[in-house]
């Protein structure tokens, strides 16, 4: 596996965003330098080396800068998953709580056909609310899932505890 530490040494730390006692991972820095950002994609990609990926899903927002790069690169297509209200076709939606509040995603309906191989990306797993959510939302169309890739972990939310597959990568741990 390639050496990813330069990708960690542009990622800063924001203390107390988006509330008092978070140290908000802000990948911004990364991805301004292009040798970066497509460093980032091409470890996406190993994630999934060797998988037939139909769709890649992408978790609003930061999952969507990563997952329609790395959907293109794998000859896949990207379907998001969105805040709720924000799609304007009919939806399934799925809330859950999350390390500061509760929150409502949603996915469209026809974006993914059944058995179809989906690979699900994005920036972060903390505490694992938003990815499980996502898992279900991807789960009630029917769809296999094939992976869970994410560029940055906080292990010490243990949010790999409410993921159902073991198939999670990160590039990142913290």
């Known amino acids: 596996m390639q050496d990813y530490s330069a990708l960690r040494d542009a990622i800063r730390d924001v203390v107390d965003f988006p509330k008092e006692g978070i140290i908000f991972k802000d990948i911004m820095p990364m991805l ?10 091409q470890a996406f990609c190993e994630t999934a080396a060797g998988q037939k990926i139909d769709k890649v899903v992408g978790i609003d927002a930061r999952g969507f800068i990563f ?5 293109m690169e794998l000859g896949a297509g990207f379907v998001p998953i969105r805040k709720k209200g924000k799609l304007p076709w009919m939806t399934n939606a799925i809330s859950y709580s999350l390390e500061y509040g509760e929150a409502t995603v949603e996915i469209h309906q026809d974006s993914i056909k059944p058995g179809e191989r989906v690979l699900i990306v994005d920036d972060l797993l903390a505490t694992g609310g938003t990815a499980a959510a996502a898992v279900s ?17 906080l292990e ?12 999670i990568h990160s590039i990142i741990q913290y």
């Open 156 to 167: 010490f939310l243990n949010g790999r505890q409410l993921l159902p597959t073991k198939n």
């Open 67 to 71: 997952g329609s790069a790395v959907a």
């Open 32 to 41: 301004a330098q292009p040798e970066l950002l497509k460093l980032s994609v």
């Open 137 to 153: 939302l991807v789960q009630s169309l029917d769809a296999d899932l094939v992976g869970i890739s994410f560029l940055i972990e």
